[in-house]
């Protein structure tokens, strides 16, 4: 007996034990406890436990498990509604989403999944969430190319992180597939620097007329006043159509150098987390799908100024050969936007009213509906004109 183990030993007298009287009991703990060196309270239990387990069902050993599935469906579909997002930035935006899918009547998880879910911790969620993402792919193909007249705009080389609301950079993103060759749909997005407001717009091609076009109705959609834009180099942006439009709205304009795609990495960020992710690589070349491309746009702004949070790198420290990256608190643009003086308070009041009203469920569902839209218009007019053009 003394080269059994202790599981053994309770096996061999488990069933006796349960069945057994008083007296046996007594005696069959008395061997055992002298066997196992066990206190004879933990040999009671040890018997009583084995008596209540599921014989169907695999011993589990520490303590039960707290966030069950009900708890993991929430938080999945919390993180679907945020588009993704990590478990970071979901924490800090989590809540806000669960009260307004109740206030809406669109919750349908159970109180106690939903206590849970708002109690986790930010590791917690961010591991959680980890397992959810999924492995992203592509590449796209570049179509900056420098302007002869890039002299008669500035290169800014100054500080980003003293910037005021107004300020931001701006860049277009070309939806050419794997090729640049004919007409293609451009977007143009716009990136505020301090609050990370985004304005996208789509356009066709990127004609000088087209995008100051554009850029004038960035000014106008943006919720507080336009003081000044930073592009690359792309002709586009360098040319007198833009330069003369600025100088009569008294923005400011200035430019990153050459080559140096790290003195836009504002937009840079959002070129891939917004233009990129929601609309991909696909190839868009019909005239058709841009009216529709910009009310996407307009439903996908609101759902992400308002619902989706970001976090700003405040410190970037070098350690060896690694760099240590210090963030902020993870806000929305909105929240940015209120939390700062500069802003005038009417501009506020409006957003805080305009707010009250969305629900981010709401705007996703459009913003899809919207997707699917732009893609069935590729599909139609697209495939026609290359018929057209190939005769």
């Not at 749909?185 to 996208?200: A, G, Q, R």
């Not at 902020?328 to 003086?341: F, S």
């Not at 005038?344 to 569902?365: A, S």
Request: contains cysteine.
């Amino acid at each position: 007996m003394t080269t059994m183990t202790k599981k053994e030993i309770f096996d061999r007298y488990k069933n006796e034990y349960w069945k057994a009287e008083i007296k046996r009991k007594s005696e069959i703990l008395d061997a055992v406890c002298e066997v196992t060196k066990l206190h004879r309270k933990a040999c009671i239990r040890r018997f009583a436990n084995l008596q209540r387990r599921d014989p169907f069902k695999e011993e589990q050993r520490g303590r039960e498990t707290y966030y069950t599935p009900d708890v993991t469906s929430a938080l999945k579909d919390v993180w679907e509604l945020a588009s993704e997002i990590c478990g970071e930035l979901l924490h800090s935006c989590i809540a806000e989403h669960i009260n307004i899918l109740i206030r809406d009547k669109k919750w349908k998880h159970a109180d106690e999944a939903t206590f849970k879910l708002r109690g986790m911790s930010e590791r917690t969620m961010k591991r959680r969430v980890a397992l959810f993402l999924k492995a992203r792919s592509g590449r796209g193909v570049s179509s900056t190319s420098p302007s002869l007249l890039k002299e008669i705009i500035p290169i800014f080389l100054g500080r980003w992180d003293e910037v005021v609301p107004g300020e931001g950079q701006i860049d277009t993103v070309v939806h050419c597939g794997a090729s640049l060759f004919g007409d293609i749909v451009y977007s143009l997005n716009y990136t505020d620097v301090k609050t990370f407001w985004i304005v996208p717009r789509a356009q066709w091609n990127k004609g000088q007329e087209e995008t100051r076009a554009n850029v004038e109705a960035v000014k106008e959609i943006l919720p507080f006043k336009l003081k000044s834009i930073h592009p690359d180099s792309g002709g586009e942006f360098i040319n007198w159509h833009l330069e003369g439009w600025c100088q009569a709205n008294k923005i400011k304009m200035t430019r990153s150098r050459p080559n140096h795609k790290n003195d836009n990495a504002y937009v840079e960020q959002k070129n891939g987390h917004v233009i990129r992710r929601f609309l991909g690589y696909t190839r868009i070349d019909c005239k058709e799908a841009i009216p529709v491309m910009n009310e996407f746009y307009r439903v996908l702004g609101l759902y992400l100024n308002h619902f989706i949070p970001s976090r700003k790198c405040i410190e970037k420290v070098r350690i060896g050969s690694k760099y240590r990256r210090v963030y902020d608190k993870a806000q929305t643009p909105y929240q940015r936007v209120l939390a700062l003086k500069e802003i005038p308070e009417e501009v506020k009041e409006k957003l805080r009213k305009e707010h009250e009203k969305l629900n981010p469920l709401i705007l996703k569902l459009e913003w899809e509906r919207l997707r699917v839209k732009i893609f069935d218009i590729q599909k139609r007019y697209g495939s026609q004109n290359l018929r057209e053009r190939n005769g």
